[in-house]
């Protein structure tokens, strides 16, 4: 499984990152960036959350 974040959805809001910092950053345009590797079985868990938290379905894990 990624994670994935539609930029010209997300507002910004740094929900994903507090949840799943392993996998979630912020760049330099205040918008969330995901990492490219496969996320790890044992934090799939918070990636899946900060999915569920992302207050416009900016982020997609699959």
Do not use: R
């Not at 974040?5 to 990152?17: E, F, L, S, Y």
């Not at 345009?29 to 416009?56: F, M, R, T, W, Y």
């Amino acid at each position: 499984m990624k994670g994935y974040v539609d930029k010209d959805t997300c507002i910004g809001c740094g929900i994903c990152p507090d949840v799943c910092p392993e996998i979630f950053k912020m760049d330099d345009d205040g918008k969330a960036v995901a990492g490219k590797e496969e996320i790890p079985e044992d934090i799939i868990d918070n990636a899946l959350d900060a999915e569920s938290q992302c207050p416009v379905d900016a982020i997609q894990v699959k």
